[in-house]
């Protein structure tokens, strides 16, 4: 009886709450927060139609090594100081340099890393929406 | 508190039970409350008329652009309304989404016409409290102190006449609509899905860029890129394979060289899938387009005839195919772009 009610509550939740707080990021944006946070800037947005209107896959997927995985490459400043990575072209030279922080560290505080719109991510978004629900 | 007893369905404390109820009664007050209201301008052109009216697609006389609206300022507010309601040339009723109100078609004509500069439309309202709250929130800062000098004075007999005629025209349906009480959205289609206002979205509102940080404003807004591009029903929104083909992109094939071509491989391997589904042609040639062989080989696919074992379930977990469909590449849902080859007819009747 009681698990009827939370289930009515859940319900309730995910059909009025989720489309206030519905994400319209474009698909394929990777959000990056695997030190930006506790570093205390924001996280970094790398938008993927972006640079694929540029750039193959290939660049940064073969030539540059970012392995295809979202946080999977432990990207840091000292590296792309180096010219590894994001480094690579945001040297002044192709892109903007590292000067310009704020461009790239320009997502939401505290939001988790992950591929945006991706299968997955709705997938782990519906069982966070639960968690959330758990925990009040 | 844990409610971790949600799933395990284990009896709750009592306070537990208590707060659950508490919420519920706090949601659905709330929403109650909400749904009652009428929104303003803004929020209707939010949800809805932004699709066009942003960037002028169709023809749409584009938020905030003057000469767009000058013209059709001069045909009356009444016939802008007629057209907003009901459809006009490119412009579908109600901009195509039924489930807005009436009033809050008014209110989102008003907020454009302000916005382009047509301040005799920022609406003084009945009395001076709600109007300093109604217009505080809907209107820019600008307006908020011209509309304030002219409701103060006295306001020239044009707008009198205007609104008058808006507003005793409206009154009797109003409140026969109001009384109707039930939820707008019970003819919506697609609740679930996005509407096209919420498709493409610039940076500062997709809902992940934090729109208090500056250089979120130097972003390129995806609308504004994907215009001329081949467009699709998922993903982006953007048939990348075909904006390819059709020379609409140049992207580089080395990170410094725009001339650089890739090395193409024309070579389709046909997968036979299991029940009544299409088989596989994966094709080579768009993939080399973009990539590199050692981006899947061996890695994610040993490069030999039935070494490797794909399931949709793999495939939706972020593996194999899923390493970039349904992340970068266009999504699972589209079946057909991969299950293409139709099984043999003969084949079928025996099974």
Redesign the interface.
Known sequence: M??R??NI??I??VL??SPS?????????V?INNYSDAAGM?PV?F????H????????C????GFK?EAGGNQINMLKIIDGEYCG??HNGE?AWSVE??????????G?PTQ??????SK?TATTRK?DA???? | ????S?FS?K??HYSA?S??AA??LA??SF?VCSAADIRSGKQVYDSTCLACHAAGILQAPKLGTRQDWVEREKQGFEVLLSHALKGYKNMPAKGGNPAIKDEEIENAIIYMLVSAGFDQYAKPSVTSDAEKTTTSKTVPDKQVTTAKTTTSKTVPDKQVTTAKTTTSKKVPVKPAKAAKKTSSNVNQFNRLM?PPA????A?T??????PE????H???E?RQ??EALTRSK???R?D?VKALENSE?F??????SDTAK?VVMDLNIVREVKGSMPDVVYPHKQHT????C??CHPAIFIPQKGANQISMAAI???QKC???H???AF??SECRKCHSKQKDATAEVKN
């Open positions: 009681l698990n009610h939370i509550l859940i309730f939740c009025f709450f707080v519905t994400v319209n990021a474009e698909y394929g944006d959000l924001r947005v938008p993927h139609w972006f694929r209107i540029r750039f193959r896959c290939k660049v997927h073969a030539d540059l295809m690579a072209c192709v310009s922080c704020d461009v790239c560290h320009s997502g939401k505080s939001e591929v945006h719109q991706s299968t997955s997938l639960k629900g758990n925990q009040e | 508190m844990k409610v971790t949600l369905g009896p709750m039970r707060t659950l919420i519920i949601i659905s929403f996005q919420k498709w493409n979205l940076p509102s997709d809902g992940i860029h934090d940080n500056a250089g979120t130097l972003l390129q995806p890129a994907f998922s993903g982006n953007v990348w992109i992207p580089r094939y080395e990170r410094l890739p387009e973009w990539l590199d050692s981006n939706l977990l972020g899923g390493v970039c349904g992340k970068v999504p699972i």
